[in-house]
């Protein structure tokens, strides 16, 4: 069964602290994402990553970084929290090629107090 | 700029109807178009792809329709049960890039008893 897998599905974080959300996908993609959702807003692109060390911006990054040291794994890190990043993080992958369907984790739900 | 509509945020039927979703884009013409269902608090999951030159596609209940004219898709799921109460989302490759994709921001679905 093939699976992308979010390390966290509940966080609770302090404004200023750093956060590492993590994910990681077992059907050897080449593409990685990081998606927030929030109600209205629908699903925005973070930043996403096509191979190993490579990463490119979505539509809304500021406030993120990400790290792909490795194939199946995909950080998104926030530096510094603060309240406006709680929302409910969604990570996907999929294989380069036309059409390809996306695959997303469970979600990671980060409230920032 | 580019902008994917969803034509409500909610929609109430009748179990046994038809449920028709909308998703509306302007300023592009996708070479294809796939949509997906969401649970709550969970990742959204694919349900079916279209492509462009293709007018319908249908799997088992569901039908989808492409309209490359009036720039519009339609989701038809007939028969409809309680189980298929979910979010429903859109989402097509934006220009210029093959790697990612942009949703809507769904149409939340309640089929009643």
């Known amino acids: 069964d093939v699976k992308v897998t979010q390390s966290s599905r509940y966080l609770v974080k302090r404004t200023g602290e750093k956060v590492f959300l993590e994910c990681v996908q077992d059907m050897d993609h080449e593409n990685m994402f990081w998606y927030r959702q929030d109600p209205g807003l629908g699903l925005r692109l973070i930043y996403f990553?096509?191979?190993?060390?490579?990463?490119e911006k979505g539509d809304i990054p500021e406030g993120y970084s990400v790290s792909r040291e490795k194939k199946e794994r995909f950080s998104l890190i926030l530096e510094s929290a603060s309240t406006n990043q709680t929302s409910m993080y969604l990570c996907a992958s999929r294989h380069t090629g036309f059409a390809g369907e996306l695959f997303f984790g469970e979600g990671s739900r980060l409230t920032v107090l | 700029s580019q902008k994917i509509e969803q034509n409500s945020e909610a929609l109430n039927i009748q179990e046994g109807k038809t449920a028709t979703l909308t998703c509306n884009y302007t300023n592009y013409s996708p070479a294809y178009l796939q949509w997906y269902r969401q649970d709550p608090g969970r990742g959204p999951v694919f349900l079916l792809l279209i492509r462009e030159n293709e007018k319908e596609k249908r799997k088992e209940r569901l039908k989808v329709t492409f309209d490359t004219t009036l720039k519009q898709s339609l989701f038809h799921i007939t028969a409809s049960q309680p189980a298929d109460s979910a979010t429903y989302l859109c989402?097509?490759?934006?220009?210029?890039?093959?790697?990612?994709?942009?949703f809507g921001s769904g149409t939340q679905l309640t089929v009643l008893p």
């Open positions: 989402a097509l490759d934006p220009p210029g890039s093959a790697r990612q994709l942009t």
């Open positions: 990553s096509y191979d190993v060390k490579m990463k």
